[in-house]
């Protein structure tokens, strides 16, 4: 085995697309103000048609702990996490995944994506009668400043390439709000139900 200690800051460098300030995914103060954006507290989205929105909610805390948006076919969670002003959490997180996913069984393979490296799983699926069921998840991830914002895409969008587009275009939508108060790296930015209900 080599010694990669060399390589050591490389891989906190920031992930994330050159396009992020102009293209999304958003940091707050890059949005613009007069979209009419749901607001969830640490993410915000934008309203589309075809467009549904799950809050997943911790039991025991009932805390929200993360977003799940159902468009094009196919589901996208998304989680905003607090992180360091100059370096990132997706190089490290990556490999996190991977190696949770192997421990379950499952393969994953890493590949380039419209977003930076990103990895494609296959996770098995526990189904009483159908052994050796498994699906397809897609996890990406762009570090902002002062924050980190994964997502896991799973339906059509994990491999079809016209609803993967779709879904890549929804991400890039998202504006994370990382607000002042000081966070640990990797705690969850905290989200909310939308303060008020839509007028749609």
Do not use: C
Not at 61 to 69: C, D, E, I, Q, T
Not at 141 to 166: H, K, S, Y
């Amino acid at each position: 085995m080599s010694d990669t200690g060399d390589t050591a800051d490389e891989d906190w460098e920031k992930s994330a697309p050159d396009d992020r300030e102009t293209d999304g995914p958003f940091d707050d103060s890059e949005a613009n103000p007069v979209r009419p954006y749901i607001d969830l507290g640490g993410v915000k989205v934008l309203p589309r048609e075809g467009l549904q929105l799950r809050l997943e909610v911790e039991e025991e805390s009932g805390r929200v702990v993360a977003v799940g948006l159902d468009y094009a076919g196919s589901t996208l969670q998304v989680q905003p996490f607090a992180a360091p002003r100059s370096t990132g959490l997706w190089h490290e997180i990556r490999a996190q995944i991977a190696d949770q996913i192997q421990r379950q069984g499952g393969r994953t393979s890493e590949r380039s994506g419209t977003f930076g490296p990103e990895l494609v799983a296959e996770i098995p699926v526990a189904q009483p009668g159908v052994p050796g069921e498994t699906r397809i998840a897609r996890f990406i991830g762009v570090d902002g400043p002062r924050w980190f914002l994964r997502g896991v895409i799973a339906g059509d969008a994990a491999v079809d390439a016209a609803a993967a587009e779709q879904v890549e275009d929804l991400f890039r939508s998202i504006v994370v709000v990382r607000g002042t108060q000081p966070m640990p790296p990797r705690d969850l930015i905290p989200l909310r139900m939308p303060a008020t209900p839509s007028d749609a």
